[in-house]
Every structure is written in C-alpha cells, then in structure tokens.
Nanobody, 123 residues
Framework: QVQLVESGGGLVQAGGSLRLSCAAS????????MAWFRQASGKEREFVAG????????NYADSVKGRFTISRDNVNNTVYLQMNSLKPEDTAVYYC????????????????WGQGTQVTVSS
C-alpha cells in the first residue's frame, strides 16, 4: 500500500515556475512507476509526466515537453514536478499517482492517487 500527499501548488503569474512535491509512504515506493496527472475545471483528467522506478525513463505530454521536469528521490520517497514557463492553460488540480509495472501513460493502470494540489496561472 502506498499513500501519496501532494504539496507545492499555488498561484503564479504566466512565465513563472512552481515545484510540486509528492511524498509517499510505504516501503514499496521505490519499485513503483510514478506520474503526475492534472484536471482543469470542466475537463477530463489528463497525463502530464511519468517516471519509472529507477528514474531511467521518463515520459511527458506534448503540451509540457521542454517546460516540465519530473524526478524522484527514492531515499526520501518523494517525486517532484518542476514546472517552468507556466501558462494559463496549465491551471488545474495536479494529482500524483503510483502503480506497479513500467507502462507510464495509461491513467487506468494507476493504483494509488493523492488528493491533488491546485495550480493557478494568471495571465
């Protein structure tokens, strides 16, 4: 069992940066694929970025490539999402998720979810 708690959201101006953190409890964190998803108001939840257990492979949505970076610290059981050059369209609730297995993008495969953290980007 893995429990996830996100932090780091907030209000930022367009062009600014934020770093989200996801603290995980549970001994098996280091063996899990981790990802960030987001859900904007009135829209479906979508994949943002993911990273396999070793950090050796990452995957990003086209809309965030070159601006966002996912990383993980398996010693401290934390996964991060560094978000740069933020745009108003990045405004959403951001969710951390975890799963066993190596397939990164499929939302339905994720077993564990955090409660989400709000990111608001003003123009």
């Amino acid at each position: 069992q893995v429990q996830l708690v996100e932090s780091g959201g907030g209000l930022v101006q367009a062009g600014g940066s934020l770093r989200l953190s996801c603290a995980a409890s549970g001994r098996t964190f280091s063996s899990h694929t981790m990802a960030w998803f987001r859900q904007a108001s009135g829209k479906e939840r979508e994949f943002v970025a993911g990273i396999i257990w070793s950090g050796g492979r990452t995957n990003y949505a086209d809309s965030v490539k070159g601006r966002f970076t996912i990383s993980r610290d398996n010693v401290n059981n934390t996964v991060y999402l560094q978000m740069n050059s933020l745009k108003p369209e990045d405004t959403a609730v951001y969710y951390c998720a975890g799963r066993t297995g190596l397939q990164i993008q499929t939302q339905a495969r994720y077993e564990y979810w955090g409660q989400g953290t709000q990111v608001t980007v003003s123009s």
